[in-house]
């Protein structure tokens, strides 16, 4: 079954550094996601990303974070200058379609950020 | 964006026992999903609910959507230890807008 793939499983980076966060969608998938959850919380909202640009971003998407499609299969979520508060689990995901056509989201297995 | 209220926050249970989680909204929903996250995984869709009152049956799980479209269960019979985890429904804004998820039931079974 396709799969989304994450990398780097975990990544524990000093405050204040910048991390790239890497995700590899589902091939045929035309959106793509990125969520982060606190240990122990739920699932939140950061971004999604159709036909090259950012569709809708939440409050949490500040201009820390950024988004990029590099080239045909990799999707980036960069954190520019890391605070304690961003230590989360970061998940990518994917769809076929937008959320309006009913469709449903694949998870990576997510990025561990541990922010020292 | 869209809200749901999540009940309850967590849910202990003997092996054997039935387990329900509930989700409301204030607004009427296009549709809602259900997703489960086992301890130290990610979130893995399981069903979507689209029909007002509209019932879906996965072996022992049990989906329904309210007449009005504002609330929706997800019921699990003679829970096992294999079912184990976290279970939230998800809501959509609408066009690429991301999902926004309820705060999720913790279900804790005791064999």
């Known amino acids: 079954e396709p799969e989304v793939t994450q990398t780097p499983s975990h990544q524990v980076t000093q405050m204040g550094q910048e991390v790239i966060l890497r995700c590899v969608p589902i091939s045929n998938h035309l959106y793509f996601y990125w969520y982060r959850q606190i240990l122990g919380q739920k699932v939140e909202f950061l971004v999604s990303?159709?036909?090259?640009?950012?569709?809708?971003k939440s409050e949490i998407f500040d201009d820390q974070f950024s988004v990029e499609r590099p080239d045909g299969s990799n999707f980036t979520l960069k954190i520019r200058s890391t605070k304690l508060e961003d230590s989360a689990m970061y998940f990518c995901?994917?769809?076929?379609?937008?959320?309006?056509?009913?469709?449903?989201?694949?998870f990576g297995a997510g990025s561990r950020l541990t922010v020292l | 964006g869209q809200q749901v209220m999540q009940i309850p926050q967590y849910q202990h249970v003997q092996e054997g026992e039935d387990f329900t989680t509930y989700c409301n909204s204030s607004?009427?929903?296009?549709?809602i999903q259900w997703y489960k996250q086992r301890p130290g995984g990610h979130p893995v869709f399981l069903i979507q609910l689209v029909k007002s009152g509209e019932v879906k049956k996965q072996k022992r799980l049990t989906f329904q959507f309210g007449e009005a479209k504002k609330n929706s269960s997800l019921h699990i019979t003679a829970t096992q230890t294999t079912d184990v985890g976290t279970y939230f429904c998800?809501?959509?804004?609408?066009?690429?807008?991301?999902?926004?998820f309820g705060k999720g039931t913790h279900l804790i079974i005791q064999p």
């Open positions: 998800a809501v959509t804004g609408g066009g690429a807008d991301g999902l926004t």
């Open positions: 607004t009427t929903l296009s549709n």
């Open positions: 995901a994917s769809s076929e379609r937008d959320l309006r056509g009913a469709n449903v989201l694949t």
């Open positions: 990303f159709y036909n090259n640009e950012i569709s809708e």
